[in-house]
């Protein structure tokens, strides 16, 4: 198992927060970049909560920039209870974001009474080697969080994102304190959800995590001229198809400036 000198492991109190902002593009990376974000996780399909991107995705992504990058691996959007045939592809891509240069591989399994699947979280974070290893939000649908959190050490995961196990993280934060404490620096316990510039600050001050993540998207009309109404191909966007939610650089560096 990884001990805590492994290099991943977390800053000391004196090197400033950590900002992981989450995109679903290449342009969405070099937003992040200009805005001063750390690292960066790239995911498919957000208006679901996230699914592993294409390798095509992930080849132009790199090439543009040298930004650190956790990729998702998830097959679906749901729970985080998984078949064989899912889980066969969890290992797929797992390989394949180690293979393309991932720094961080993001990803995990639950069991149906709320415990996070030893056995195929395990091997998950064996294929990832050497790359660390988060474990995703799935963290957040745990029944007992204390006893997980030690599951998660004890398999060797270098990180949790997590909200406190609520609707987000300024509303986790006591959970989140708790966690960081019971750590102690064994794992990194990184805040994810509804974390902005007006409440970054204060929720890492009164929880004492060194990692943050936040999405930082706006949204902008589609550059689409021609508009045919009657027709809708299932977009969860308020106006279909012709609004585009995007990486906003102007909201990353607002976090940032507002961590100082």
Same mark, same amino acid.
């Given at each position: 198992?990884?001990?805590?000198?492994?290099?991943?492991?977390?800053?000391?109190? #004196? +090197?400033?927060?950590?900002?992981?902002?989450?995109?679903?593009?290449?342009?969405?990376?070099?937003?992040?970049?200009?805005?001063?974000?750390?690292?960066?996780?790239?995911?498919?399909?957000?208006?679901?909560?996230?699914?592993?991107?294409?390798?095509?995705?992930?080849? +132009?992504?790199?090439?543009?920039? #040298?930004?650190?990058?956790?990729?998702?691996?998830?097959?679906? *959007?749901?729970?985080?209870?998984?078949?064989?045939?899912?889980?066969?592809?969890?290992?797929?891509?797992?390989?394949?974001?180690?293979?393309?240069?991932?720094?961080?591989?993001? !990803?995990?399994?639950?069991?149906?009474?709320?415990?996070?699947?030893?056995?195929?979280?395990?091997?998950?974070?064996?294929?990832?080697?050497?790359?660390?290893?988060?474990?995703?939000?799935?963290?957040?649908?745990?029944?007992?969080?204390?006893?997980?959190?030690?599951?998660?050490?004890?398999?060797?995961?270098?990180?949790?994102? #997590? !909200?406190? +196990?609520?609707?987000?993280?300024?509303?986790?934060?006591?959970?989140?304190?708790?966690?960081?404490?019971?750590?102690?620096?064994?794992?990194?316990?990184?805040?994810?959800?509804?974390?902005?510039?007006?409440?970054?600050?204060?929720?890492?001050?009164?929880?004492?995590?060194?990692?943050?993540?936040?999405?930082?998207?706006? #949204?902008?009309? !589609?550059?689409?001229?021609?508009?045919?109404? !009657?027709?809708?191909?299932? *977009?969860?966007?308020?106006?279909?198809?012709?609004?585009?939610?995007?990486?906003?650089?102007?909201?990353?560096?607002?976090?940032?400036?507002?961590?100082?």
């Amino acid at each position: 198992m990884p001990s805590a000198s492994f290099s991943w492991y977390p800053p000391t109190m #004196t +090197q400033r927060v950590v900002i992981e902002i989450c995109i679903d593009s290449a342009a969405g990376i070099r937003a992040a970049e200009a805005g001063g974000a750390d690292r960066v996780e790239l995911c498919a399909n957000l208006a679901e909560g996230g699914t592993t991107p294409s390798r095509g995705l992930l080849r +132009q992504t790199r090439r543009v920039s #040298t930004l650190p990058m956790a990729l998702l691996v998830r097959p679906r *959007s749901g729970d985080f209870v998984y078949d064989a045939f899912e889980l066969a592809a969890l290992e797929d891509d797992i390989r394949l974001a180690r293979d393309e240069g991932a720094d961080v591989i993001v !990803s995990g399994a639950l069991r149906p009474d709320g415990s996070i699947d030893r056995d195929r979280t395990a091997r998950l974070i064996e294929l990832a080697r050497p790359v660390p290893f988060t474990f995703h939000r799935a963290f957040d649908l745990v029944a007992d969080p204390r006893t997980e959190l030690e599951v998660l050490i004890e398999l060797g995961a270098a990180r949790v994102l #997590t !909200s406190g +196990q609520a609707p987000s993280a300024p509303e986790g934060v006591a959970l989140l304190k708790e966690l960081v404490a019971q750590a102690d620096g064994r794992l990194i316990v990184m805040a994810g959800a509804g974390i902005r510039s007006h409440n970054v600050q204060a929720l890492v001050e009164a929880s004492g995590v060194r990692e943050v993540h936040g999405s930082a998207f706006t #949204t902008g009309e !589609s550059t689409m001229v021609y508009r045919n109404p !009657s027709v809708g191909l299932g *977009s969860v966007m308020p106006r279909g198809e012709y609004e585009i939610a995007r990486t906003d650089e102007a909201k990353v560096r607002a976090m940032r400036e507002a961590l100082g």
